[in-house]
């Protein structure tokens, strides 16, 4: 069964739906884990380089299909992807410690790419939506936008309003139980992408 939550923003309706596109996964890395006081330190930093050339060129990406590359992979094979992009087959995936203008500068038109995924690998603070956000208003990103790695039931709703459109639930969770999350609360009293006129601005109490 699936486990991809598609929010289709014109009608307000979110459904549990078939994954037409594959993640193409980096090969492990065999460089060191950072360790602080004893721990492996999971955090990563905002633009920190944490993929190796070994790991790019042994990523292994179907010839046929549509998929989505890492952005570290597409940037080292841009003009091998050429093709598969004309024929909007290709979208990008970064994690959420890299930043946005890394992604913003290997297009001329951002909206060339059919469907843009953040990565969560670890659920630890907030910058996927801070992700979302500045790829909605900031670089005005009009295609899908898809959350996957470390969702669960309580993000989707706040992911939403981030400007995300589908949510690929974490496999040991179920979607069908996620999808009454987008609808856990009925009017927010916050702007934001979704809605940008806060609560007091969109109801008339003369």
């Given at each position: ?49 944490t993929v190796t050339e ?34 909007s087959a290709l979208g ?61 039931r309580d993000q989707l ?50």
């Amino acid at each position: 069964m699936s486990n991809l939550i598609k929010f289709d923003i014109e009608n307000k309706k979110a459904s549990v739906v078939e994954n037409e596109w594959q993640c193409v996964e980096l090969p492990p890395s065999e460089v060191a884990e950072r360790v602080q006081a004893g721990k492996v330190v999971l955090f990563k930093l905002t633009g920190e380089n944490t993929v190796t050339e070994a790991q790019i060129a042994n990523t292994v990406i179907p010839a046929t299909g549509k998929v989505i590359v890492p952005l570290s992979v597409y940037a080292a094979k841009k003009d091998a992807l050429a093709e598969r992009m004309d024929a909007s087959a290709l979208g990008i995936w970064l994690d959420t410690h890299e930043t946005l203008e890394s992604l913003i500068a290997q297009f001329d038109d951002i909206n060339r790419l059919p469907i843009i995924a953040i990565h969560v690998a670890r659920f630890a603070d907030g910058r996927i939506f801070s992700l979302g956000t500045l790829l909605r208003t900031r670089y005005g990103y009009k295609n899908e936008l898809r959350a996957f790695g470390d969702v669960l039931r309580d993000q989707l709703f706040f992911l939403k309003r981030s400007g995300f459109t589908s949510f690929l639930i974490r496999a040991d969770r179920s979607a069908d139980e996620a999808l009454a999350s987008l609808n856990d609360f009925s009017a927010p009293y916050q702007g934001a992408v979704d809605e940008p006129k806060p609560v007091f601005q969109r109801y008339n109490r003369a």
